[in-house]
Structures are given as C-alpha cells and as structure tokens.
C-alpha cells in the first residue's frame, strides 16, 4: 500500500503526553488518487485474512456487496497500524477507536475485518453520518488513540 499525506492541511497523528492521537483515516488510494471500493484495490497479501472471514468469494453477486466496506475496512485498519508503528507504537496499545460509518449495516463486516488487527477488544464507540470527505463513496472513518509508555 502507498502511504500518503493527509487530504487537507492537518496532521495525519500526534504524540502528546504518552498518548499518540491519530486523525481520521479513510481509504483512499494516494497513488491511483480513488478512494477503494474493490478487493482488487488491495495489496494482494490482504486477501488470504479477508478470504478467512468469509469474504473474497469470487463471486461477483456477493463479492460486489461486500467488497466496497470490507475492503476500506482493511485499507483504514492497515493504515491505522502503519501510521502507529511510525510513531513507534505496537497495535495492542489502541485504547480507542471511532469509527464514523455512512450506513450503520456496514458495522458487522467491518467488525469482522477489525478482528485481524486487533486481538484484544479496544473501547469504541460507533458513529453514523450523513456524508464524510472526500466524496460520497467513503463509507468508514476510524481514529485511534494509542498509549505509548516511556
């Protein structure tokens, strides 16, 4: 996956205090400027996990469902875990997330997909909204916070 900067003039994270605060993150593609809808978005290695889930069938009535919040779920999850570990912090230090969603339905197959990067339940909480940037085919929108002892 491309890293990239941040859509607009703000931090993509900051650490303050022994805490390291992400922005929100969304699945857009830096390198093919979309945001992802597809498995084929998809670093391959992503797709023996999400075909563990149940997901990634082949088959494209069930997969063209699915495809567009499943694989912005795992896009937004890896970012989360490369921008931590940019700071210098594991995944099992997440203390919080939220998560904005266009469509609370979209909840349980991103729950699923969080299950691969987190073995421990993190404190959520889940948020529906009308629209989120940079367009309407942004379906889900995570920030994290992470503790980082000294």
């Known amino acids: ?82 921008l931590a570990a940019e700071a210098g912090v594991p995944m099992k230090n997440a203390v919080r997330l939220v998560q904005y969603f266009r469509d609370l339905r979209d909840y349980p197959h991103y729950n699923r997909v969080r299950s691969l990067f987190f073995e421990e339940p993190v404190v959520s909480t889940v948020v529906e909204v009308s629209r989120m940037l940079p367009n309407d085919q942004v379906l889900v929108e995570v920030e994290a916070t992470f503790y980082k002892p000294d």
């Not at 900051?14 to 593609?29: F, K």
């Not at 997901?55 to 490369?82: C, H, K, N, Y």
């Open 1 to 82: 996956m491309t890293v990239g900067k941040p859509l607009a003039n703000y931090a993509a994270w900051r650490l303050v205090g022994g805490h390291l605060y992400l922005s929100g993150v969304i699945a857009v593609d830096p390198s093919a400027g979309s945001v992802v809808t597809r498995y084929s978005d998809l670093p391959q290695a992503a797709l023996p996990a999400l075909q563990s889930l149940g997901f990634v069938t082949g088959q494209m009535s069930v997969d063209s469902f699915e495809a567009p919040i499943v694989a912005q779920s795992w896009w937004v999850l890896s970012r989360i875990r490369e």
